[in-house]
């Protein structure tokens, strides 16, 4: 290629071996004229580029296994084998008689040496600005190097050492801003291109290009400043468990691991966080309640975690738990953000306790009769628990589905919720093409419901941890463009902006995000709060339109908790209720557990799936277990050796307060051969057991199978625990009740014998009162030992005691101790509440 060709830019689109085109060789022969004057001075700078360059700073070979710099760009190819990045640019906006200063890195990602490379900036292909949004995008799009990227300045140029492939090396370049040839303010393209041969290729042309865009402000703009609402998240994966331990007559509470620990101390995600937050303006901080929580458990000294390897299901113990180490940490994060939170001018949103994943829940469990109810308390406890842990006023009636993401089933459930406010995503809420300009945010959707609608490419940009100097630069620059631009498309028409950051948003991210926002706040954007932002008049040619369920995003239906996932926090619900029926202190149980059933439920199982299932089974599994504390004992056979007796069953209670509002049903699947008394109501004290005794009745011999099962008692009965069943053998009818028949047989015989011998006597006439008994013994002569003879005690199985016959004809109760201090219980004390 033409050394004119290069400086124009024009060969960039050229296909490796493919000749000039007629259109581009005028154009190549006027960029000759221009340039030939400039080869001379271009030469000598390039030499004294690089003689400075070979003597300060040395070509980088990349290390393996762990690479620091840039790696190969998905866009180089053989014909553009460079890679370059941008990683500052300062300072961040241009002003009139200044200086740009741009750093990063050249990479050889092709297969042969550079070969007398260097690196430059190229001078905007107009002097005047970008105009719309969809401009800059033609420009971040953009591949392989073209004349619309601009001219190569002659000056400066950064000469490069030959890199062989694989191998980096850092550039600097420094330009006077007139040298870039700016008109007016606005956003410019910023380009730095890489310029050589390679090995295998000595042709002299275009290697590689990165791309950045440059604000440019004379200052004196008249454009109204764009409001700019900014959400600032503060969640995390629950970690309380439903357990805790009892020590010295207080609660201690668990953890399920101590990730906490690290978080909040410095240098952790959600310290950064709070400290970044805490130094901008204006700030809008999205919090979930649930992880105050858990920060007020750990300022608890002696609070403790699950160890791993250990069942999480199973009561918290001292043998199955470790003491934390966070107190310290937590109780500074807690002060730090309490002070951030009363800044004048911020404002705290509270989600729903332990955010819910509304999408999941109005996809795959609104038929579920318990998800209303639990997004309902979750609403109520997220606000009481934000108010009460930050001493701040809050707003609860924000809903924020995964990701922003807005379909008519998700504002239906947010609608049923108490949700007035909908944070969504703007990729749900496209506008349509007759509107060439960014609208304002806020957007009725109906039904008494408004939406905040985050514009989708600015949030987009903080959208993954920015830990790199090229990915910060790259989205900073891209903010300011937005931005500004969006501030400029109607200068007369102030308008409001959300941008949404995702929820596990990063301290590298958060650092940029406030940093370009300080950078660009008091020149054309104003922040401001939530409920400022929602105030805001909505524009009539914004789409309004919620999209239908077929609309939602395959990607993020494919992370929703499955209707199995709700089905088992829907039946948690159900249980706790009925357990609820039976406590005498149910406060020690239903926050803790209601608590850990919408935990279930959280949004942040979306990106930890299997920790998510396997939070439900422990729940669920320990709920069982605390259920199963009341209980009837196993039997197996019991034998009922008269034709009336008692039939003696237990329940055993092995928390550590009494139940009552139960009772216990023994039924006989043949009633016909035994039939029992009727049950009463219970009333067990803490740690005893309680034996119940059933008068029953046999009417035949032979095996019966008895079932008990306790029910709970009051309006609506419902099963309580697993039914028991037993044996009773039945040996009444033969060794009571067959011998009084037999008896009576005998001397039915014999007053028949005296009959007829009498009336042999009178000649056979019969006797002239026929009801008179036969014989002149009682009916019972002969028979009366067996008739009062005292039942055998029935047989009972190893947990039972010996038969009381004193206890009269209905169900007696004997509460005794489970053990010789009274605390035998198959498992620790229930969950209690902080």
Not at 365 to 377: I, P, R, V
Not at 386 to 395: A, F, K, M, N
Request: charged fraction near 20%; aromatic fraction near 4%.
């Amino acid at each position: 290629m033409s050394e004119p060709a290069r400086h124009s830019g024009l060969g960039a689109h050229r296909q490796p071996g493919r000749a000039a085109g007629p259109a581009e060789r005028p154009a190549e022969r006027a960029a000759d004229g221009r340039n030939r004057g400039h080869r001379a001075r271009r030469f000598a700078a390039a030499c004294a580029a690089a003689l400075t360059l070979f003597t300060a700073a040395p070509a980088v070979a990349l290390p393996t296994g762990g690479d620091i710099r840039p790696a190969a760009d998905a866009t180089t190819t053989a014909e553009y084998p460079v890679a370059l990045t941008i990683e500052t640019v300062a300072p961040q906006v241009a002003a009139p008689n200044g200086t740009v200063s741009i750093s990063g890195h050249v990479t050889n990602a092709g297969k042969s040496a550079l070969k007398g490379a260097h690196a430059a900036i190229r001078r905007p292909a107009s002097s005047k600005p970008l105009q719309r949004r969809s401009e800059l995008q033609l420009v971040a799009t953009r591949n392989a190097p073209g004349s619309a990227d601009g001219v190569e300045l002659d000056s400066p140029q950064y000469a490069l050492p030959e890199l062989n492939p694989g191998q980096s090396q850092p550039y600097t370049l420094s330009v006077a801003v007139s040298d870039l040839g700016l008109s007016d303010s606005g956003v410019y393209e910023l380009a730095v291109d890489a310029w050589g041969a390679t090995a295998d290729n000595p042709r002299d042309r275009a290697l590689g290009i990165a791309r950045s865009f440059l604000p440019y402000s004379q200052g004196g703009t008249e454009a109204q400043p764009t409001k700019i609402t900014t959400l600032w998240p503060l969640v995390h994966a629950p970690v309380l468990a439903a357990q805790t331990v009892s020590d010295n007559d207080q609660t201690v509470p668990v953890l399920r691991d101590d990730s906490l620990a690290a978080e909040f101390a410095p240098g952790g995600r959600l310290y950064e966080l709070v400290d970044t937050g805490s130094k901008l303006s204006n700030l809008t901080w999205v919090v979930d309640p649930d992880l105050l929580d858990a920060a007020f458990a750990m300022t608890n000294k002696q609070y403790r975690v699950q160890k791993p390897g250990t069942d999480p299901g199973k009561p918290a113990r001292d043998d199955n738990t470790v003491p934390g180490t966070g107190s310290t940490s937590a109780t500074a994060w807690l002060d730090k953000l309490r002070a951030a939170v009363a800044k004048q001018g911020s404002q705290v949103v509270a989600l729903p306790y332990a955010d819910p994943d509304l999408a999941s829940i109005a996809h795959n469990g609104a038929d579920l009769t318990g998800m209303g109810t639990a997004l309902n308390k979750a609403a109520t406890a997220g606000r009481l628990t934000v108010e009460g842990r930050l001493s701040v006023d809050t707003r609860s009636d924000v809903a924020w589905p995964y990701q922003g993401y807005l379909d008519q089933q998700i504002a239906g459930i947010a609608r049923q919720a108490g949700d007035g406010l909908v944070l969504v995503n703007g990729a749900s809420m496209p506008e349509p093409d007759s509107v060439n300009y960014t609208p304002t945010a806020v957007r009725p959707i109906g039904n008494g419901q408004n939406a905040l609608v985050a514009d989708d490419a600015v949030s987009s940009l903080f959208q993954k941890d920015l830990t790199s100097p090229k990915d910060q630069t790259e989205a900073t620059q891209r903010f300011l463009a937005e931005t500004y631009t969006i501030t400029h498309e109607q200068p007369q028409n102030q308008r409001g902006l959300l941008v949404m950051p995702p929820r596990e948003l990063s301290a590298a991210t958060a650092k940029v995000l406030a940093g370009a926002l300080q950078t660009a706040t008091d020149k054309w954007l104003t922040p401001v709060k939530l409920d400022t932002l929602a105030q805001s008049a909505p524009d009539p040619k914004a789409n309004t339109a919620v999209p239908s369920p077929a609309d939602y995003p395959t990607q993020a239906r494919a992370t929703e908790l499955s209707a199995a996932d709700l089905s088992t926090t829907d039946e948690i619900q159900q249980k706790l209720d009925i357990l609820m029926r039976v406590l005498t202190l149910p406060q020690r149980v239903r926050g803790p557990f209601s608590a850990a059933m919408v935990r279930s439920l959280s949004t942040e199982w979306r990106a930890q799936g299997p920790a998510g299932s396997a939070y439900r089974d422990s729940v669920k599994k320990y709920l069982d277990d605390l259920t199963g504390a009341v209980k009837v004992p196993d039997k197996k056979v019991v034998t009922l050796a008269g034709n009336t007796g008692l039939l003696q069953v237990s329940v055993k209670n092995d928390l550590t307060q009494t139940v009552t509002n139960l009772k216990l049903v023994l039924s006989s699947n043949q009633q016909n051969r035994v039939w029992v008394g009727k049950a009463e109501d219970l009333v067990i004290p803490a740690s005893q057991s309680v034996t119940l005794r059933f008068p029953a009745e046999a009417r035949n011999n032979g095996p019966v199978t008895m079932t008990a099962q306790l029910y709970t008692t009051g309006p609506n009965p419902q099963k309580y625990g697993e039914a028991k069943t037993f044996r009773v053998e039945v040996t009444s009818v033969t060794n009571g009740v067959l011998y009084v028949f037999a008896g009576a047989g005998v001397l039915l015989l014999l007053a028949a014998l005296r009959f007829v011998r009498q009336r042999k006597r009178r000649g056979g006439q019969p006797h002239e009162d026929g009801d008179q008994p036969v014989g002149d013994g009682p009916a019972t002569d002969g028979t009366g030992d067996a008739a009062e003879a005292e039942p055998e005690a029935p047989e009972e199985g190893p947990e039972e005691g010996p038969a009381d016959d004193s206890a009269g004809d209905g169900p007696a109760q004997t509460p005794r101790a489970s053990s010789p201090d009274g605390r035998d219980r198959t498992a620790s004390d229930e969950k209690v509440g902080p």
